[in-house]
């Protein structure tokens, strides 16, 4: 069974940062574009990032462009979201998602995805 799973996540204050890991134990990661969405309490998710398996572009929200980076690691069979500047606003739950698309674009403002991981908690407070 395709499981992805995410660590890293914490308590952090505003300013600091994280690193996100999605990683997978049943099928390689290279295979798929990876993606990273978010949800807080009482909103809908978001696409937070993407980076594509074909090329490896990357795509980011405007929300979290220019602080979040997202990274392959294939040794590792890992895709790492690292995290700076964090604001109380970026405070929510993080998936990590595979996509068959190759538009990492287009994963982030559509969704559209195959497998998704358990999340991780990522609180940002003083």
């Known amino acids: 069974q395709v499981q992805l799973v995410e660590s890293g996540g914490g308590l952090v204050q505003p300013g600091g940062s994280l690193r996100l890991s999605c990683a997978a134990s049943?099928?390689?990661?290279?295979?798929?574009?990876i993606g990273w969405f978010r949800q807080a309490p009482g909103k809908e998710r978001e696409g937070v990032s993407c980076i594509s398996h074909l090329d490896g572009s990357t795509y980011y929200a405007d929300s979290v462009k220019g602080r979040f980076t997202i990274s392959r690691d294939s040794a590792k069979n890992t895709v790492y979201l690292q995290m700076n500047s964090l604001k109380p606003e970026d405070t929510a739950v993080y998936y990590c998602?595979?996509?068959?698309?190759?538009?990492?674009?287009?994963?982030?403002?559509?969704?559209?995805?195959?497998?998704w991981g358990q999340g991780t908690q990522v609180t940002v407070s003083s």
């Open positions: 049943e099928f390689t990661l290279d295979y798929y574009a």
């Open positions: 998602a595979a996509s068959l698309i190759a538009d990492s674009m287009v994963v982030v403002t559509t969704g559209v995805v195959d497998y």
